[in-house]
């Protein structure tokens, strides 16, 4: 089944009242940010449970502090998306596309993922990893400014505490 446009993708959206019914949301020009006016498809300190989003086009969408429980995004196009401080839980991400997404302190639970040839498995290390690349360049960045012959070395250590890595 082919994906739905943007456009097919909120009225489905709408039309199963999980967003407000009217006007089609704007689609954003760039990755959403917490702070952005216009936020196009968006999900904030919201429940999302027992839904299927599948087949949709909704790149760029914005998930900040909600529940995202029992859904399936099954071959969404969820690109560019930004997903900070949810709870992921019982969900879907068979062939969906999070490709350049954002998930940043997010919890998952039992959550599938296809994505990238991933088992469930692998979604945390996935994750771990970007936020270890992104501590890294960080600190490429910011440590040659601040350091000097009178200032202490700074050391970082990672502590891995689950036995499922």
Partial sequence: MPRLSYEDSCQALQSQQIIDPGGIPLFPQK?????????????????LADSKLEH??????????????????????????????????DVDFSAADISRSDFRACVFERVFSSVFGLAERD??????????????IFLAQTL????????????????????KL
């Fill in 144 to 163: 040659p400014a601040r350091s000097s012959p009178e200032r202490p070395a700074h050391h970082f250590s990672f502590h891995l505490t689950s036995s």
């Fill in 56 to 89: 949709l086009t909704l790149p760029r969408t914005f998930f900040g502090r909600s529940e995202i429980r029992a859904t399936s995004f099954q071959d969404t196009d969820l690109s560019e998306s930004t997903a900070n401080w949810n709870e992921f839980i």
């Fill in 123 to 136: 979604l945390p290390v996935l994750i771990f990893a970007t936020v270890v690349s992104r501590l890294a």
């Fill in 31 to 47: 990755p959403p940010r917490h702070d952005d006016e216009v936020l196009g498809v968006g999900f904030f300190r919201t429940m």
